[in-house]
Structure formats: structure tokens, C-alpha cells
């Protein structure tokens, strides 16, 4: 069975800071993962995915996450937050080959204080 | 552009009784998903319906059931409603198949049903 485990359930930090979330998934094939983003008042939508290829990848608004495979985690980070990006994040896998379903974290919610 | 569009974005019913949920994806998707989620979780996933066809189906009872029409709008229907039922049920559209070539992955989320079961 497929699960994501996101640790922190809340993340409270001052502009500029250094964001680090973390997502550890549970599944033992491929796996195609992403995070999403929900911003106060408005629907879910893609921040960044990885599918193959650099395990580094980047996102919209300065995000990027590391795919480690060896540690199945999948880490959102960004270098200096700001207060527009208070938000619940969450991770997501899609491991089965073939399948649309998203499974996915339980969310961290994130505060930044300007 | 219009995105995915849910309806309604509100409802309150009671114990027992039956809900229709509807969604119109984004246009040019072919792809219909429906999630529920409830307060302080992630969304879980319900049903998948691509081409009028269910795909995916997640661990629900069968209160749960969904259609997608030839526009490829979709309804969620479930009956004899429970407490935990109460949820934000999210639709989301995408525009391949898992079976059609490369799919992205990526879904595009409505704000939302809220439904409370009382």
C-alpha cells in the first residue's frame, strides 16, 4: 500500500527564513511525486512534480524539492520565505504504474510572520 | 479561462439522506477525479472517470458512486449519509489517461464542495 508521511504539522517562520518540509513516501516501485499548494481561500494547485531524470527539481515561486530515493523522501525547500507564502502544503505520490489516484499527505500548514 | 467548477460550494444535509455533488472540468479535459477531504487530513482519493469510464476507484463503500456525462462533466452521488461523511469533496480534471501516452500527473483542483451531515 501507498502512504506519505509529512512530519510537520505546522511550520511557523519570519520572512526571509529558510523553509524545509519534510515528506517521506512508502511504496516500493516508481513513483512520480508532487506538492501542491493551497493558499488561503482558493483550491489546491501544482507547486512542483518529479517525474524522472535530476532529482532536483523546481517549482513556481522560487520552490524546488529533492527526490532521494534511497531515503524516500521527497523535501520541499526554499531558500527565504515570504508572508505570501502562507499556505498548507502537501505532498503527493502516484506509484502505481498506470494509475491517475494521487495519494496523499496529511499537509503542513505554514505561517510566515512579516 | 474557466477552471474546474464544482457545485454546489456549500450544503448542509442529515443523517441518511442523499447528496449529488457536480463538477465541470477545465475545457479540453477528459479527465474527471473526485477526493474527499476531511478537516485536518489530505485529500483521499474516490473515484477517477476518464471518457465516461471509471478508472480508479479508492476505498470507499458503495454509498459512494459517480458518473461523468459526454461533456465530461461529472456528478458524485452518496446515499444514506453518515456523519463522516461531512467533508470538502475536491473534483479535479486532467487532460490525459494514464493510458494516453505520457500522463502528467498534474490535476486541477475546484474549490470544493463542503458538505456537513447532521
Known amino acids: 500500500a501507498q502512504s506519505v508521511s509529512q512530519h510537520n504539522h505546522h511550520v511557523i517562520l519570519s520572512e526571509a527564513a529558510s523553509l524545509e518540509l519534510g515528506c517521506n513516501y512508502s511504496y516500493g516501485g516508481t513513483v512520480n511525486l508532487f506538492w501542491y499548494v493551497q493558499y488561503p481561500g482558493q483550491h489546491l494547485q501544482l507547486l512542483l512534480k518529479?517525474?524522472?531524470?535530476?532529482?532536483l527539481v523546481k517549482g513556481i515561486k522560487g520552490f524546488e524539492a529533492e527526490f532521494i530515493k534511497s531515503k524516500f523522501s521527497f523535501n520541499l525547500r526554499k531558500p527565504s520565505v515570504q508572508w505570501s507564502d502562507t499556505a498548507e502544503y502537501f505532498c503527493a505520490v502516484n506509484g502505481k504504474e498506470g494509475a491517475n489516484n494521487l495519494f496523499f499527505g496529511t499537509g503542513t500548514r505554514l505561517t510566515v510572520i512579516p | 479561462d474557466a477552471g474546474v467548477t464544482q457545485s454546489p460550494t456549500h450544503l448542509i444535509k442529515t443523517r441518511g439522506q442523499h447528496v449529488t455533488l457536480r463538477c465541470s472540468p477545465i475545457s479540453g479535459h477528459k479527465s474527471v477525479s473526485w477526493y474527499q477531504q476531511v478537516l485536518g487530513q489530505g485529500p483521499q482519493f474516490i473515484f477517477q472517470?476518464?471518457?465516461?469510464?471509471?478508472?480508479g476507484r479508492g476505498n470507499f463503500p458503495d454509498r459512494f458512486s459517480a458518473r461523468q456525462f459526454p461533456n465530461y462533466s461529472s456528478e458524485l452521488n452518496v446515499n444514506a449519509l453518515l456523519l463522516g461523511d461531512s467533508a470538502l469533496y475536491l473534483c479535479?480534471?486532467?487532460?490525459?489517461?494514464?493510458?494516453?501516452?505520457?500522463?502528467?500527473?498534474?490535476?486541477?483542483f475546484g474549490e470544493g464542495s463542503r458538505l456537513t451531515v447532521l
Open positions: 472517470y476518464y471518457e465516461k469510464e471509471e478508472r
Open positions: 479535479a480534471s486532467s487532460l490525459t489517461n494514464s493510458g494516453q501516452g505520457v500522463h502528467t500527473g498534474e490535476l486541477f
Open positions: 518529479y517525474f524522472s531524470g535530476d532529482p
